[in-house]
């Protein structure tokens, strides 16, 4: 039986810059993933826009290289964006969002 190896392409590098300013390795994790074209869960990766199709949670955010965002601007809009509009949290922050 033949393997093919799974090969990384890198599509969106700015988002690999992004993840310096993550303050967990969740975090770090989630654009290093966007970064080569995988979206988080309940996200849809497009054409270059990251969209939520979740009801009351829906976004669209442009990945296009050609927008010329930096990389803080890029991670704040999407950190926003994934962290208080979708709801992606730590373990830990879901149980501090509780108490």
Wanted: glycine fraction near 4%.
């Amino acid at each position: 039986m033949n393997k093919m190896a799974h090969t990384r392409v890198l599509r969106y590098p700015l988002l690999l810059e992004c993840c310096q300013f993550a303050p967990h390795a969740l975090w770090q994790h989630v654009f290093e993933d966007l970064a080569y074209g995988m979206a988080p869960v309940g996200t849809v990766l497009e054409d270059d826009v990251l969209c939520c199709p979740v009801k009351q949670q829906e976004f669209s955010y442009s990945l296009a290289p050609c927008d010329e965002k930096d990389a803080q601007t890029t991670f704040d809009d999407l950190y926003g964006l994934l962290r208080n509009r979708r709801g992606l949290l730590r373990n830990k922050d879901v149980l501090l969002r509780t108490r």
